[in-house]
């Protein structure tokens, strides 16, 4: 007999994870997506897996680092994101980051081509028809207004939601390297392309204290009436947010000048603004850490009193979006399904999981087990000491219902280590054992879940 379908509404990273995780336990699916029948405040393209905001999915250290952790999790379990983002990688010292075309095409025809997924085009408006008995919702922080609003009835819970925003992009031939220079942090990366992954704008103390007062006096987006209560996710800040909060703020936060030696100047700047390679190409640059929501015209004059960026054109320029997300512990199960209706499973954002990275692993976790289901075989979930269990357990029931925010996937939602084993660690080697009880435990539970399968 033909197996029925899971349904997967959303083909951003959560959904398109999803749909290839299904496939890859022989379970058909039929993967919605409303781009480009209907598109959203961020999307460009139609594409699968489209980056809107930064094209980084951070740290790829998986001895020292959670978010590599979690790369090094997903790709154990095939991911597609971390497949494609090996073939599409741009030099970003110890970070992994993409050309956000090439990456987005490239998901986009491994999906499109699976035998076992089929793709259809068009929004699904409010809650799925009722023969669809299972369903991944994964619909991101831009989930439709028909879509939230229908879940909003069924959960009798309104939605939370907070700000995110857009940092601008400037093109390469436009930026003065008279002034900036490449050089990652510290030097960091295998490579002299990984060493050189960074364009720097170093500034003055003067010139530093005049970007800030012409950053707080910039004119900025005005907020509806109904928006004006919804906070920013902290992980995410406009800049103009950040400097609100004290003239040096930004010098110790995206701005700061540590592990750079300016060629151009023996003389050390007082903050640094840093560029990020944005397409393989390197005709684009992204600048980190410059979220904003400052109006076009504003934003353009205040970039360009940036050392370095006086000439610069814009490839696209910053700009901010409202986001919604579930109350996930008080509305999801274990198994990330809806509690008001189990054959609703919800992965990536909309379960206030934060960042490409982690909303892509919940969706890898939400098609496991949606196929397991289907194919009538229990699945366990993840040890709370991996990274994809912590943020499972996080979202799921171990964060606070009253007070949930967005996460981003991080040490301190793991079980603390056992200190009577080996005593007190510094730092870095905390980071270690805290990489290395996860790798093993992940491994076992692994191999446990492909003998069930």
Same mark, same amino acid.
């Given at each position: 007999?033909?197996?029925?379908?899971?349904?997967?509404?959303?083909?951003?990273?959560?959904?398109?994870?999803?749909?290839?995780?299904?496939?890859?336990?022989?379970?058909?699916?039929?993967?919605?997506?409303?781009?480009?029948?209907?598109?959203?405040?961020?999307?460009?393209?139609?594409?699968?897996?489209?980056?809107?905001?930064?094209?980084?999915? /951070?740290?790829?250290?998986?001895?020292?680092?959670?978010?590599?952790?979690?790369?090094?999790?997903?790709?154990?379990?095939?991911?597609?994101?971390?497949?494609?983002?090996?073939?599409?990688?741009?030099?970003?010292?110890?970070?992994?980051?993409?050309? #956000?075309?090439?990456?987005?095409?490239?998901?986009?025809?491994?999906?499109?081509?699976?035998?076992?997924?089929?793709?259809?085009?068009?929004?699904?408006?409010?809650?799925?028809?009722?023969?669809?008995?299972?369903?991944?919702?994964?619909?991101?922080?831009?989930?439709?207004?028909?879509?939230?609003?229908?879940?909003?009835?069924?959960?009798?819970?309104?939605?939370?939601?907070?700000?995110?925003?857009?940092?601008?992009?400037?093109?390469?031939?436009?930026?003065?390297?008279?002034?900036?220079?490449?050089?990652? /942090?510290?030097?960091?990366?295998?490579?002299?392309?990984?060493?050189?992954?960074?364009?720097?704008?170093?500034?003055?103390?003067?010139? +530093?204290?005049?970007?800030?007062?012409?950053?707080?006096?910039?004119?900025?987006?005005?907020?509806?009436?109904?928006?004006?209560?919804?906070?920013?996710?902290?992980?995410?800040?406009?800049?103009?947010?950040?400097?609100?909060?004290?003239?040096?703020?930004?010098?110790?936060?995206?701005?700061?000048?540590?592990?750079?030696?300016?060629?151009?100047?023996?003389?050390?700047? +007082?903050?640094?603004?840093?560029?990020?390679?944005?397409?393989?190409?390197?005709?684009? +640059?992204?600048?980190?850490?410059?979220?904003?929501?400052?109006?076009?015209?504003?934003?353009?004059?205040?970039? #360009?009193?940036?050392?370095?960026?006086?000439?610069?054109?814009?490839?696209?320029?910053?700009?901010?979006? #409202?986001?919604?997300?579930?109350?996930?512990?008080?509305?999801?199960?274990?198994?990330?399904?809806?509690?008001?209706?189990? #054959?609703?499973?919800?992965?990536?954002?909309?379960?206030?999981?934060?960042? +490409?990275?982690?909303?892509?692993?919940?969706?890898?976790?939400?098609?496991?087990?949606?196929?397991?289901?289907?194919?009538?075989?229990?699945?366990?979930?993840?040890?709370?000491?991996?990274?994809?269990?912590?943020?499972?357990?996080?979202?799921?029931?171990?964060?606070?219902?009253?007070?949930?925010?967005?996460?981003?996937?991080?040490?301190?939602?793991?079980?603390?280590?056992?200190?009577?084993?080996?005593?007190?660690?510094?730092?870095?080697?905390?980071?270690?054992?805290?990489?290395?009880?996860?790798?093993?435990?992940?491994?076992?539970?692994?191999?446990?879940? /492909?003998?069930?399968?």
């Amino acid at each position: 007999m033909a197996t029925e379908p899971i349904h997967i509404i959303g083909g951003g990273m959560a959904g398109s994870e999803a749909a290839w995780a299904c496939a890859a336990l022989g379970v058909p699916v039929v993967l919605h997506e409303m781009r480009p029948v209907r598109g959203t405040e961020a999307h460009q393209t139609g594409g699968f897996a489209e980056l809107v905001c930064s094209n980084s999915f /951070r740290s790829d250290d998986d001895e020292t680092n959670a978010v590599g952790l979690l790369h090094w999790e997903m790709r154990r379990l095939g991911s597609i994101m971390m497949e494609c983002a090996a073939g599409a990688a741009v030099p970003a010292g110890g970070a992994l980051a993409v050309d #956000r075309d090439v990456f987005s095409q490239a998901v986009t025809a491994k999906l499109e081509a699976h035998p076992l997924i089929t793709v259809e085009r068009g929004e699904v408006a409010g809650l799925p028809p009722a023969d669809w008995s299972s369903v991944i919702v994964a619909t991101g922080p831009l989930t439709s207004p028909a879509l939230a609003g229908a879940i909003r009835e069924l959960t009798g819970e309104a939605s939370l939601a907070f700000f995110d925003a857009i940092a601008p992009i400037v093109h390469f031939d436009t930026v003065d390297l008279s002034k900036a220079w490449f050089q990652s /942090r510290y030097d960091k990366g295998e490579t002299e392309e990984e060493r050189t992954a960074y364009l720097n704008c170093p500034l003055s103390r003067e010139q +530093y204290e005049a970007f800030i007062d012409a950053l707080l006096a910039a004119e900025k987006t005005e907020f509806k009436d109904w928006e004006r209560d919804t906070p920013y996710f902290e992980g995410c800040l406009p800049i103009e947010v950040m400097a609100e909060r004290g003239r040096e703020t930004l010098r110790f936060g995206p701005l700061k000048p540590v592990g750079l030696t300016n060629p151009h100047s023996p003389e050390k700047p +007082y903050a640094v603004v840093q560029l990020r390679r944005d397409n393989a190409l390197g005709t684009l +640059y992204n600048l980190v850490g410059f979220q904003t929501k400052m109006k076009y015209g504003a934003q353009a004059e205040v970039l #360009r009193s940036i050392p370095g960026l006086e000439g610069a054109e814009f490839a696209r320029l910053g700009g901010i979006h #409202r986001n919604t997300f579930l109350n996930s512990p008080k509305l999801l199960d274990g198994a990330m399904r809806l509690k008001a209706d189990p #054959r609703l499973r919800f992965a990536g954002q909309v379960t206030g999981v934060e960042g +490409y990275v982690e909303s892509g692993a919940m969706g890898i976790l939400a098609g496991r087990f949606a196929a397991m289901e289907r194919l009538g075989r229990a699945l366990p979930p993840p040890p709370g000491d991996t990274a994809l269990g912590a943020l499972l357990a996080h979202i799921t029931g171990g964060a606070e219902a009253e007070t949930f925010q967005p996460m981003n996937v991080n040490f301190g939602l793991m079980p603390p280590l056992d200190q009577a084993r080996g005593g007190r660690r510094g730092k870095q080697d905390r980071k270690r054992a805290y990489c290395a009880r996860a790798k093993a435990s992940f491994e076992t539970w692994l191999a446990e879940t /492909r003998a069930a399968a």
